[in-house]
């Protein structure tokens, strides 16, 4: 069964870092894109980053630019989010998502992946 189990969710102070996991089982992990989302409470869905299958290419939302670092370990079937100089408006709550893509290619929107997991809380507050 195809599964996605994000942690590393916490609360942290402005400026601080957090790095976020993903974790995939059940499937061909180095076939598939994964991708990043967020969402705050009464806002939509954000697409943060993406990085392309088989080591292809990443993405970033312009609002992480510069911010956040996405890295994939295919031998841990892992994921990473790495995010710095962390902002109150970075709260939300933090999912990865998956969908089979030949080829590395990568994309922030959200009805593009299938798999997706149940999400981290990242909360950023002094």
């Known amino acids: 069964q195809l599964q996605l189990v994000e942690s590393g969710g916490d609360l942290v102070q402005p400026g601080g870092s957090l790095r976020l996991s993903c974790v995939a089982s059940?499937?061909?992990?180095?076939?598939?894109?994964i991708g990043w989302f967020r969402q705050a409470p009464g806002k939509e869905r954000e697409g943060v980053s993406c990085?392309?299958?088989?080591?292809?290419?990443?993405n970033y939302a312009d609002s992480v630019k510069g911010r956040f670092t996405i890295s994939r370990h295919n031998a841990k079937n892992t994921v990473y989010l790495q995010m710095n100089s962390l902002k109150p408006e970075d709260t939300a709550v933090y999912y990865c998502?998956?969908?089979?893509?030949?080829?590395?290619?990568?994309?922030?929107?959200?009805?593009?992946?299938?798999?997706w997991g149940r999400g981290t809380q990242v909360t950023v507050s002094s």
């Open positions: 998502a998956a969908v089979r893509l030949i080829g590395g290619l990568c994309g922030l929107s959200g009805p593009m992946y299938r798999y």
């Open positions: 059940g499937f061909d992990f180095y076939y598939y894109t």
């Open positions: 990085f392309g299958s088989s080591g292809g290419t990443t």
